[in-house]
Structure formats: structure tokens, C-alpha cells
């Protein structure tokens, strides 16, 4: 049969973000597939060097969209690393509250991205309305909706307002009384079922060959988290699980996803209890004077993607060496999309793309 | 155990020549090799537990002449201890014609990071499959992640060219 070449994006509905795929196609069926990156490259990290220390956050949350909080946590830590700051404890509790709301947000717009694509519409517009309540809490707490600079070297911007861990218990409980109309209508519909199972499949030896992280392993039944290996901010100090399942197909990806929300609501109901008093930060240096010894350091955290990290050089001025993210998306765009969409139908470019949770800005950077 | 890394690091200064490695006590460890020992390294710590490739990465060090390539390497099916400990796997190589060996044979994921470095500092990775560009859409004189390419003389020389939509001369 004769070969067709098609491009999937950049300009594409089913596209999720600045991104494109060329597939080599035989009839329907996809016989190779190449991912063009590079639409949304704004060479953030060479832009990095040429700014002072604090003057680099803003840029960093931009690096991802959909959730940049975890970029603003890398580059704390990092900076912290390199300077010797301490953080309070009270601000590794608010750090770990606002990141697994954060969590719950980014996984919300996965949602969002994936029922839409299917057709479940209904389902779509509920998570996007479910997060919009969680912007609502960041807009409280920072004054931005989805920007929020608020983790700096040594803590948090500024505390939490008079009676907001109630106002977060309260939209959490909103969400969270939805999981069973969620479940109804999505979860545990047929249709879900015969459109995702066994669609984009991994084998855990590839997953781990190809470099996955994230709910892409965890959905192959490798139990790995960095919250539990190397715990960061307060993830140590409460109990939590890490949610798996052994199929590593687009059902159990977004399966993952779920349970990793409610975990998260939980995890946050448990730190808000467990929540001490005390200081928000700790003072730093004039920032417009701020000059870190000679030093680099590599930090990694579990963003809502997987294994994010950061490798920062410091040269003994008052700017960044050299910065470089690594991102999940990756790996997850770049390497295992292609494998995984071999011998795949093109009605599931889509599918297997949104269920591997890539988002273009993570990989052009 | 209090430092997962100590084993390690005498196993690495038997097995290897004129390597240096130092812990920071952190979970992170530093070995620095000679150019030719690093894709051995690579395989042998895969083999034994760091199987998962976090990061290429690169840094230009002007003033020593040289480009720093950093393989960053941690493990996902190990024990605990082991499982919190990063290598940051270190060499130099020249600035003038940068040539390197590609790693894409032991770790699945290095490809696009190596097609990256081909394209942010102009390194050559022989035997890598795809050597294409991945990000950039034009074409640079010096590669532009390299210190001394200057982005603010860069950006002058190559927007400032472009007219203003209302601008009509040279068409009438």
C-alpha cells in the first residue's frame, strides 16, 4: 500500500499545545512517527544567564504552563543549595500545600485535555470549572491566576491569609464531593474503557529503557515517586501512598492520574492538620548585591509530569552559569511518543499523545 | 547506610584510571574521567543500578578553553539508598571542533539531548543516528548557548533589519 506523509500540528484540533508530529502512514495505520519540537523554543535558559539571581523567577514559571509552580520550587531549592539558606518549618508546609494544589490543578487540565479529546465534554468542562476554583485559592493567596512567583529562596513570598486553610478545605471538599459524578459519568464508562485499554501500550522494560517518569512508569507498576525517594519540603512528615497500576496503557495512565488526585486531597487535608506556627521565610541578601560562591548543584522533584530537575552552575557572580531544566515532557515527547505510536491507528494520536501528559513548553524550554 | 556512595566510589577508583570522585555528603556524587573512559563508565554504571539517564547536560568554561559535558544518572530499580544517590558523570572536551561519542547505544532517552548540545553548542556526536536540529529555525555562526555568542548584538543585527508593516519604501 502506498505511503502517505501527514502532519499532526502544530495547527491541529487535536493538538494540545505548540507542538507537531509528522507520521509516516500506511492506510490508517502509522508506520513511523517523527516529533518536530521547537515551535515555543524562547531559550529561556541562555536568557537565564543574563539576569541577576531573583530577577530569573518570573522566567522560570514560564517554562511550563500549566503548572509552574514546580519550576518555581526547583529553582528556590537550587538557589538555596547553592547559598546555604534554610527554610522554616512552617514554610515547608505551606511549600508541600500549595505544590499538591498545584498537582490537583495541573491534573485537573490533563483531564480537561483528555475527556475533550474523547468527546466527553461534560466531563471536560467540570474539570476545567474544578480548577478554575483551585486558580481562585492561587489568586487569593499570590494575586495571579496562573503565574504565581511565590516560592523564593527561604520560604514563601508571604504567609497564608487570615482563614484561608479553611477556604482550601471548603474548594477541596467541593471538588472532592464530584470524584463519584466524575466516576459515573467518566471513570467507569464504557466508553472510556474501550477507547483507552490497551491503546498506547508500554512494557515496563521499555518504559525504563526510554527513560519514563511520572504516571507513564507508575502506570507500568514501577512504585517510584521522588516525594517518597528523596523527599523535599514536607512530604516526609505526613503519610501518603503512591498509586500504581500494571497495564501501562492510556486507561491506566489516566487511571493514575485520578488516584494521584485524591491522594493529593488528602495529602493536603493532612498537612493543613499537622500545619505549625511560625515564621513564612527567612531573610535574604539584598538581592540588587546577591553574589553566590562558586558552586553547582543538581535538585530534582516529582512535578505533576514526573521527575523534574534542575542542574544550576554558579560561577561566583551575581548570575546563573548555566541552567539546565530537565523536564519530563522530555523524554515522554520526544523519545517514547515515537516508539509509542507505532503500529497505532491515527485516531489515537490524540489518545496516547494527551495520555502521555506532554506539554510543549516543558520540552522547547 | 550513611553514605550509599562510598562503596561505590572505591569500587570506581579500582576499576578506573585517573578518575576523581568526591561526595558532597548530599546524595550526590562527582566523578570526573578522561574523555575516552566515559562511555565504559556509562555502561558499567548502568550495569551496576543507575539505570535511568536524567540529564546531558553542558557548560562552556571560557576561560578554560574547554566545554564541560555533565551526564547525570540516578537509579529507579535499585535499593533505597541507592535510589537517592545522583551521579554527575563529568569530562572536558575542546572547544575548537568539540567531537564526542554518543551514548545512545546504553541509554534509550540520550538521543534528544545530544541532539540538543549538537545544535546549542555545535558538539558532534559520532554514530548518533539523527544528528538533526530539534529547536532552532535558522542557522548560526556560533552556537548560540556558547558564552561568547553575544544575543543582545545578535538580536540588533538580525530584527532591527525587519521594516514596520506601514513602512512602504523601496515597494513604490
Request: include cysteine; hydrophobic fraction near 35%.
Amino acid at each position: 500500500m502506498r505511503e502517505l506523509e501527514l502532519y499532526f500540528g502544530p495547527q491541529h484540533l487535536g493538538m494540545v499545545g505548540n507542538f507537531s508530529i509528522t507520521l509516516q502512514v500506511e492506510g490508517d495505520r502509522i508506520v513511523k512517527a517523527t516529533a518536530n519540537p521547537g515551535f515555543l523554543h524562547r531559550g529561556f535558559e541562555k536568557l537565564m544567564e543574563q539576569r541577576t539571581w531573583i530577577q530569573n523567577f518570573p522566567l522560570v514559571c514560564r517554562i511550563n504552563v500549566v503548572e509552574p509552580d514546580h519550576m518555581e520550587l526547583m529553582y528556590a531549592m537550587a538557589v538555596e543549595k547553592l547559598a546555604g539558606i534554610e527554610v522554616p518549618e512552617r514554610a515547608q508546609f505551606i511549600r508541600s500545600i500549595y505544590l499538591e494544589l498545584a498537582r490537583v490543578g495541573s491534573h485537573l487540565f490533563g483531564l480537561w485535555a483528555y475527556a475533550n479529546m474523547l468527546g466527553f465534554d461534560t466531563v471536560a468542562n467540570w474539570a476545567m470549572y474544578h480548577r478554575d476554583l483551585i486558580l481562585d485559592l492561587f489568586e487569593e493567596l499570590t494575586g495571579g491566576r496562573v503565574y504565581h512567583i511565590y516560592l523564593w529562596p527561604g520560604g514563601v513570598r508571604r504567609d497564608f491569609p487570615e482563614g484561608f486553610e479553611e477556604r482550601i478545605r471548603s474548594t477541596l471538599h467541593t471538588i472532592g464531593s464530584c470524584v463519584p459524578d466524575y466516576d459515573d459519568t467518566f471513570f467507569h464508562n464504557r466508553l472510556f474503557y474501550e477507547r483507552a485499554h490497551g491503546v498506547g501500550k508500554l512494557s515496563r522494560e521499555d518504559a525504563c529503557r526510554m527513560g519514563a517518569v511520572g504516571q507513564v512508569l507508575r502506570a507500568t507498576g514501577m512504585k517510584k515517586d521522588i516525594r517518597k525517594t528523596e523527599p523535599y519540603a514536607a512530604y516526609d512528615q505526613v503519610d501518603w501512598e503512591i498509586p500504581v497500576r500494571t497495564d501501562g496503557d492510556a486507561y491506566s495512565r489516566i487511571w493514575v492520574v485520578r488516584d494521584e488526585m485524591i491522594e493529593s486531597v488528602h495529602m493536603i487535608f493532612k498537612l493543613l492538620d499537622k500545619l505549625p506556627k511560625g515564621e513564612a521565610y527567612q531573610r535574604i541578601p539584598n538581592p540588587f548585591k546577591w553574589k553566590i560562591p562558586e558552586s553547582e548543584v543538581y535538585v530534582r522533584c516529582e512535578s505533576s509530569r514526573g521527575e523534574l530537575g534542575l542542574y544550576l552552575v554558579s560561577d561566583g557572580g551575581d548570575k546563573p552559569c548555566r541552567a539546565h531544566f530537565r523536564t519530563p515532557s522530555y523524554s515522554h515527547g520526544l523519545t517514547i511518543l515515537e516508539k509509542a505510536l507505532e503500529n497505532e491507528s491515527i485516531a489515537d494520536v490524540g489518545n496516547i499523545m494527551i495520555s502521555l501528559y506532554i506539554t510543549a513548553p516543558e520540552i522547547d524550554r | 547506610m550513611k553514605n550509599p556512595g562510598k562503596k561505590l566510589q572505591d569500587e570506581l577508583r579500582s576499576m578506573f584510571e585517573s578518575i576523581s570522585t568526591e561526595g558532597d555528603g548530599e546524595n550526590r556524587m562527582t566523578v570526573k574521567c578522561r574523555k575516552e573512559a566515559v562511555i565504559t563508565m556509562l555502561s558499567f554504571l548502568k550495569k551496576t543500578g543507575f539505570d535511568h539517564l536524567a540529564l546531558i547536560s553542558c557548560v562552556d568554561r571560557l576561560n578554560d578553553n574547554v566545554l564541560e559535558l555533565v551526564y547525570i544518572l540516578s537509579s529507579y530499580g535499585g535499593d533505597v539508598a541507592m535510589q537517592k544517590l545522583n551521579i554527575l558523570l563529568k569530562t572536558t572536551i575542546p572547544r575548537e571542533n568539540p567531537q564526542f561519542y554518543t551514548a545512545t547505544e546504553i541509554f534509550g532517552n540520550a538521543s534528544p539531548y545530544e541532539r540538543e548540545l549538537h545544535e546549542l553548542y555545535g558538539i558532534l556526536f559520532r554514530g548518533h543516528p539523527r544528528l538533526t536540529p530539534l529547536f532552532l529555525e535558522r542557522e548560526y555562526d556560533i552556537p548560540p548557548f556558547r558564552k561568547d555568542f553575544d544575543t543582545r548584538k545578535y538580536v540588533k543585527d538580525v530584527f532591527d533589519q525587519i521594516p514596520f508593516v506601514d513602512d512602504k519604501k523601496g515597494r513604490t
